[in-house]
């Protein structure tokens, strides 16, 4: 079974700094996507960014890019240039390629941007 | 654009009660999914669907029934409600397909008292 952990439960930056999530996961797939996700106060789920583990290159989505590290089985999430609007909990997930691709969540990190 | 609908936003159930969670989705997407979110946690898979007809078990499915007539409603059923039912349910959908993201409704919040 697979699992996603995020050892960071909150974190908290100032305005206009860089923040860095951090994802682990354990799966013994070879082909998979990982997601990071943000849930805002009112609770909706907004995909951030997402990444292909066969591809090499790292994903961005404009302020946001992606640290892959597929031996280490690492994801982490950079936000640069934080805005107040970035708070909210993060939530890294994995998907199989395979079958119904079922999402699996970590625990989330919950970020503060404090002006 | 509708997207993935889900009702009621709230509810509060007195133990042993029963109610039926909705979710429609208008975006013609063959899989649809049930996740609850404890609090401070992330979601859990309680069942999913594949296509109209289609159901299988998630990761938390004891105490839940789902049903999947069309490909749009995927309702979930809580036939004896219990306080550890209390919890936020989200409902998903995506494209059949590599590389398609789940699109999630906003949520109910049901407290079991």
């Known amino acids: 079974a697979q699992t996603v952990t995020q050892s960071q439960p909150e974190m908290s930056v100032q305005e206009a700094e860089t923040v860095t999530l951090s994802c682990t996961y354990d799966?013994?797939?070879?082909?998979?996507?990982l997601f990071w996700y943000k849930q805002p106060p009112s609770r909706q789920m907004i995909l951030v960014i997402r990444q292909e583990a066969y591809k090499q290159q790292n994903a961005t989505e404009n302020r946001f890019s992606v640290n892959f590290q597929k031996a280490a089985k690492s994801f982490s999430l950079k936000i640069s240039d934080s805005q107040l609007g970035d708070t909210a909990m993060y939530f890294c997930?994995?998907?199989?390629?395979?079958?119904?691709?079922?999402?699996?969540f970590g625990q989330g990190t919950r970020l503060t941007i404090n002006p | 654009n509708a997207g993935v609908t889900q009702t009621p936003k709230f509810r509060i159930l007195k133990i042993g009660q029963s109610m039926t969670l909705q979710c429609t989705q208008d975006m013609n997407h063959n899989y649809m999914y049930w996740y609850r979110q404890d609090p401070g946690m992330g979601l859990k898979l309680i069942y999913y669907s594949v296509g109209a007809g289609i159901t299988d078990k998630g990761e938390v499915p004891n105490g839940y029934n789902v049903s999947r007539s069309t490909t749009e409603d995927f309702p979930l059923r809580l036939e004896l409600a219990a306080p550890s039912q209390t919890s936020v349910y989200f409902c998903?959908?995506?494209?059949?397909?590599?590389?398609?993201?789940?699109?999630f409704g906003d949520g109910t919040r049901l407290s079991i008292l």
């Open positions: 799966t013994s797939e070879s082909n998979y996507y």
């Open positions: 997930a994995f998907v199989r390629i395979q079958g119904a691709q079922k999402l699996v």
């Open positions: 998903a959908s995506r494209y059949q397909g590599l590389n398609q993201p789940q699109h």
